[in-house]
């Protein structure tokens, strides 16, 4: 079963940084696909940062191009999600996700595997 754990979240002002790391343990498939994404009060879950199995081909939602960096070390089972130049519309909890697959994943409900959640606040 697999498990995983965000951590990293915060409050912040406009412009700050932050980084989220999941940790993943107990999978034992290969090869599988990792996301990030973010639910703001009474919003669907939104679609932020995915990234491939080993070759580590990103994608990124449009609201986060250019600002926010997913990247993996499969040594250490840990994904990453730098977030640089926040906005207060990026106030949201921001989840990880893991499900069995080869290519960038980026629908919510394609994903079988998430973590419980960890919350950022950007104040203006």
């Known amino acids: 079963q697999e498990q995983l754990v965000e951590s990293g979240g915060g409050s912040v002002q406009a412009g700050d940084s932050l980084r989220l790391s999941c940790a993943a343990s107990?999978?034992?498939?290969?090869?599988?696909?990792m996301g990030w994404f973010r639910q703001a009060p009474g919003t669907e879950r939104q679609f932020v940062a995915a990234?491939?199995?080993?070759?580590?081909?990103?994608a990124y939602a449009d609201s986060v191009l250019g600002r926010f960096t997913i990247s993996r070390d499969d040594a250490k089972n840990t994904l990453t999600l730098q977030m640089n130049n926040l906005k207060p519309e990026d106030t949201a909890v921001y989840y990880c996700?893991?499900?069995?697959?080869?290519?960038?994943?980026?629908?919510?409900?394609?994903?079988?595997?998430w973590g419980q959640g960890t919350q950022v606040t950007v104040s203006s």
């Open positions: 990234i491939t199995w080993i070759a580590g081909t990103p």
């Open positions: 996700a893991a499900v069995q697959a080869i290519v960038v994943v980026t629908e919510p409900n394609e994903y079988d595997y």
């Open positions: 107990g999978h034992t498939f290969r090869p599988y696909a």
